[in-house]
Structures are given as C-alpha cells and as structure tokens.
C-alpha cells in the first residue's frame, strides 16, 4: 500500500439508517482502500436494528472509522450535512451504506483532481442487485456545467469527490431530490464538474429502484427548480423534458441489464 503522508485527506461520508445487512460490506470496500488518509464518518441516522453495533465493531478495528449517532431522523440531506460539519478533511467523499468502491476509487480520484487542478468530480459506476454484478456501466459525460445539469442529472452521489473549499457556504438541504440540490448549488457558482476516468464504484439497486414511480420524480423535479431554483416556468418544463427522457432511458437500461 503507498505512503501518503504528502498526499491530502479525505472525509467520507456514509449516512446508514437500518442498514445491517449490507454496509458492513460498504465499510469493508472503504478500509481496502489503497489510498490511506481518510476518515470515514458514518452518520447513523437513529437506526433501531443492528447496524450501529456492526460500526462499532469496526470502530474498535479501525480508528478512521468515525460514529456519529442522530437520535432523531434527519434523513439524508441532513445526516450528510452533519458529517460535513464534523469533518476535516481537505476533499470530500460520499458514499452509501449498501453501496461499494473500487479498491483504487480515492487514490485514482485524487491524484486527477490534484494533477488536473479541478474542484469537483464524479465518475461512471455499475449497478447490482443481490451480489450480481453486471456488464453495463452507467457512462457519465466528460464534463457538467450549472446548465447541463439543470437537463438531467447523471451524477451518481457515490462517485463524488470534492474540495471543502468550495461548499463553505452550501449546504444540502432538507428539499427534494437533496444531493441534485446540492450539486445545482456548487455549480451556479461557475464551476465545472469532471468525470475522472475508469468506472469505481457499485452502485446497489433494490426492487424499490426499479419500481420507483417516474411521475413522483418529476414532480420533486418541478418544486426543486420552480421553488427552490427560482426559475422561469418556460424554462422548468424545456429542461423537464430533458430530465423526462433521460431518467426513462436509464431505468430501461438499468432494469434490461438485470434481467437480461
């Protein structure tokens, strides 16, 4: 494993609600990373089964293991935000607790983001369901703007990385489609998104992914850019009719390459 004591380190932030049957295989994919100096602070969102003992336990391996526990449900946007808020890292990373990386995701990343001098990144990802791994990856553009991303969001939250410096003043909020929000916020403030090469992380789709209602999603997609984006009508439904397009094609394809 490389020495990385000039290299920077990197919060992870891993939110876990009832979540003991898959994010001891989350953590895992986090502590065989060959990239050394993180923290992985795992919020555990006033979970009632087993899951804050399997962090514990992990916590008593591993001193970069950090628990912080919500005695009342924040929910996503908020037990993210909590783990911002206690961490120190230079670059920010998240990940799910029923989701995985690559062993070379962080070192891969950062050493792009350092070489390439840029503040944000995301990056392709595979899905699976019940361990089963798939020959599809979900390709991601090269590069996204603030008005790209107002068509369609093809960031998978898993492959993100950032620079702290950059969300001093942003923060995820409790709205629809949260984490969509929070990339919305950075990138109105003139910056650019880039795909860092190869496909690092497994992203894990559950019946409810499958079935998830489409017309629901356009609507928290319709309050999100109307009430909290502010924007113009006309200009809600020209890049509703994007988001309508895109999310279609990939459910197609997520659900062909499961059961094909």
């Given at each position: 494993m490389p020495h990385v004591d000039d290299k920077p380190k990197i919060s992870i932030i891993m939110p876990a609600y009832n979540a003991q049957y898959t994010i001891a295989?989350?953590?895992?994919?986090?502590?065989?990373?060959?990239?050394?100096?993180?923290?992985?602070?795992?919020?555990?969102?006033?979970s009632t089964d087993d899951t804050t003992r399997i962090i514990q336990a992990y916590q008593i391996q591993d001193s970069r293991v950090i628990l912080i526990n919500n005695f009342f449900d924040k929910g996503a946007a908020g037990a993210r935000q909590s783990g911002i808020c206690h961490s120190q890292g230079e670059f920010i990373a998240f990940l799910d607790s029923d989701d995985l990386w690559h062993e070379s995701k962080l070192e891969n990343t950062i050493n792009y983001m350092i070489k390439k001098n840029v503040s944000m990144t995301y990056g392709d990802y595979a899905v699976f369901r019940h361990n089963r791994f798939v020959n599809t990856t979900y390709e991601v553009p090269e590069k996204l703007s603030y008005k790209d991303l107002l068509k369609y969001c093809p960031i998978g939250c898993l492959t993100v990385v950032i620079?702290?410096?950059i969300i001093e003043n942003i923060r995820f909020r409790n709205v629809p489609k949260e984490d969509y929000d929070f990339w919305l916020q950075i990138l109105k403030n003139e910056h650019i998104a880039y795909k860092v090469p190869g496909c690092m992380a497994f992203y894990r789709v559950g019946r409810d992914t499958l079935s998830s209602n489409k017309i629901k999603e356009l609507k928290k997609q319709f309050m999100l850019l109307r009430y909290i984006h502010k924007m113009p009508l006309i200009k809600v439904f020209f890049?509703?009719?994007f988001y309508a397009a895109r999310g279609i094609a990939k459910n197609i394809r997520i659900k062909m390459s499961l059961t094909g």
């Open positions: 295989e989350s953590i895992e994919s986090v502590l065989r990373q060959t990239y050394l100096d993180f923290e992985l602070i795992i919020i555990n969102d006033n620079r702290r410096n890049n509703l009719s």
